[in-house]
Each structure stands twice: as structure tokens, then as C-alpha cells.
């Protein structure tokens, strides 16, 4: 199935990235292959630890029941150990998605994911990276110094990691349970100052490319909504998210379009922000993405 990128799109997009104006924001998706699904880890914990309800693949849903059948500390410590000896992707990799954003020379990534596979790309491709997580709660405030007390500034030499949802290495830091994600909203609507200047001036004024995201996915929307609602009004710039085609209706030819239309409309009535949708796995768009970017940067 045909992507719904036009050239002008594409256009845009390499010059964003050249003038540094484009923010990759990483998720689960990305790791495909190398880390197991939310929903895989989900349904193994629904069946060790006895979850019963039918909704088995929610990874927030089974571990907010762990939390409570636990303590709040259990299903983190789990995915700790978990991640812990999980070797990175290979970053040798044409179509690697973490060595090919890395490849961009950007100055600022976010993620939503737990691992080190956007820091350790940069740093084979000989940056010198930082990592800040997100202080949405006080334990993580108390026990990591940011790197912006000392002065620093995100460069492309010098990028920075930004973890929205936390690192396995803190396990307290980490946005897991449902309980984490309504703290989490709730902190980022209440408190401006939750997100460091940086991060929010790449939010609001760059075009955010959105890789290993399912964006109909609701947990994903109301993080949407809740970094939008705590910026206010964007800059316009438009966004690129890679999204898997969705299953065509049987006897509708153009189920593809409607979908496709709702995406578009859906994010452009969030404060007028613009989401351009590829459609189509990561690897394609990788592959494609490179090719453009090493033709228009030579």
C-alpha cells in the first residue's frame, strides 16, 4: 500500500531536519524485534500473576493490577529486570530506526520508551549525548540532578535523550501503571514548568517526526492532548507520524482514506496541529527516509 507522503511533504520535512527544526519523538514501535511488544509482556504477567479480566494485552491495565495486588514498585522492578540484559539493535543497520534518527544530527529526541537504544545510537555514532527524565514525580526529582543545571545547551554534537516516561534504571521514574499515567497528565497540565524549556520549545516550535507510535491507540491521544494542552497554541508547524496501514473493510475501496482522513482532521483539531501520516512499518519508512535525506544533504 502506497505511502501518503507527497513530495512537497517530504520536501518540508528534509529541510526541517537540515535547519534542526524537526524533534524525533520515539516509541515502543522502534525497538520491534529486539525489545517484546507491551501487549506480549501484558499477557505473559495476565497469566503468572492470575489477572482474569479480558483485557489482558493492556500492559497499564495488568500492571495497575500488579501495583494493587503488590506494591506500586513490583511490575517496574519487573520491567527492569526485564530490559536489563536485553542487547541494543544492531546500529550497522540501514533501516535501524534509532541509527538512522541518530544520523540526522539533531540536537533534541524524546521517547517514550524505557530503554538506552537512542543513546547508545549516538553515541556509536561518536555524539556525546545526555540523558534527562521527565521529574513528573518527587522521587525522581530527588535522585537525578538535571543536565541543565550546569549550563547545557542540546546541539547536534552534544544531543539530548529526553525520556518522557522514565528509564529502567530509576524504576520509580517510570509511566507504567494507570495510576503513573493519570499522575503523569495530571502533573504535566498543572505544573508549566514540569518540562524543561528546551523540551518545551521543541514541542511547540518544530515539526515532531512520531516513529513507533500507533496513533490510534488511546493511551498514545491522551499524552498527545496532555503535551499539547500544557504548550497552549502551536507554532503550525506540521508533524510526520509513520502509522501501519489499517485493515481494509471488506466491499468499502476507500477505507484506507477515511482512515487516513480521521487521523489528519483528528490532529488538526488539537490546537490546529498537523500531522502528515505515512503509511506503512518503520523499516519501510526508514528505508525511504534515507535515501531522501542522503540525496537532499549532499
Not at 522502534?30 to 500473576?49: H, M, Q, V
Not at 492470575?50 to 520491567?79: C, G, H
Not at 556525546?128 to 546541539?155: A, H, I
Request: contains cysteine; proline residues 5%; aromatic residues 12%.
Amino acid at each position: 500500500m502506497a505511502n501518503t507522503l507527497s513530495d512537497r511533504d517530504w520536501e518540508n520535512l528534509m529541510r526541517r531536519i537540515k535547519d534542526k527544526k524537526c524533534t524525533p519523538f520515539i516509541g515502543a514501535g522502534a525497538c520491534a524485534g529486539t525489545l517484546p511488544l507491551g501487549s506480549e509482556i501484558a499477557r505473559k504477567w495476565a497469566d503468572n500473576y492470575k489477572y482474569t479480566l479480558t483485557d489482558n494485552w493492556d500492559l497499564a491495565r495488568v500492571s495497575q493490577f500488579m501495583a494493587v495486588d503488590q506494591d506500586d514498585m513490583f511490575p517496574k522492578e519487573n520491567i527492569q529486570r526485564q530490559f536489563r540484559d536485553i542487547a541494543p539493535p544492531d546500529f550497522t543497520k540501514p533501516d535501524e530506526p534509532h541509527a538512522l534518527l541518530a544520523d540526522l544530527n539533531l540536537p533534541i529526541y524524546i521517547t517514550t520508551n524505557y530503554d538506552s537504544f537512542m543513546y547508545s545510537a549516538l553515541k556509536h555514532r561518536k555524539r556525546d549525548p545526555k540523558r534527562e527524565l521527565c521529574r513528573w514525580n518527587r522521587f525522581v526529582e530527588m535522585e537525578e540532578t538535571s543536565v541543565f543545571q550546569s549550563g547545557y545547551t542540546p546541539t547536534a554534537a552534544n544531543p539530548l535523550v529526553y525520556h518522557l516516561h522514565g528509564h529502567y534504571d530509576l524504576p520509580q521514574s517510570l509511566v507504567l501503571t494507570e495510576d503513573d499515567y493519570l499522575d503523569f497528565l495530571v502533573h504535566l497540565s498543572s505544573d508549566q514548568a514540569l518540562l524543561p524549556p528546551a523540551i518545551r520549545t521543541a514541542l511547540a516550535g518544530t515539526s515532531l517526526l512520531f516513529v513507533g507510535y500507533s496513533l490510534s491507540d488511546w493511551n498514545f491521544r491522551v499524552l498527545f492532548r496532555g503535551l499539547v494542552g500544557s504548550l497552549g497554541a502551536s507554532l503550525g508547524y506540521t508533524g510526520v507520524a509513520v502509522q501501519l496501514a489499517p485493515n481494509l473493510t471488506e466491499g468499502v475501496e476507500d477505507s484506507q482514506a477515511r482512515a487516513q482522513h480521521y487521523l489528519d482532521t483528528y490532529f488538526e483539531k488539537i490546537q490546529k496541529i498537523k500531522v502528515r501520516v505515512y503509511w506503512g512499518d518503520i523499516k519501510e519508512f526508514t528505508f525511504e527516509l534515507r535515501q531522501r535525506w542522503e540525496k537532499f544533504s549532499k
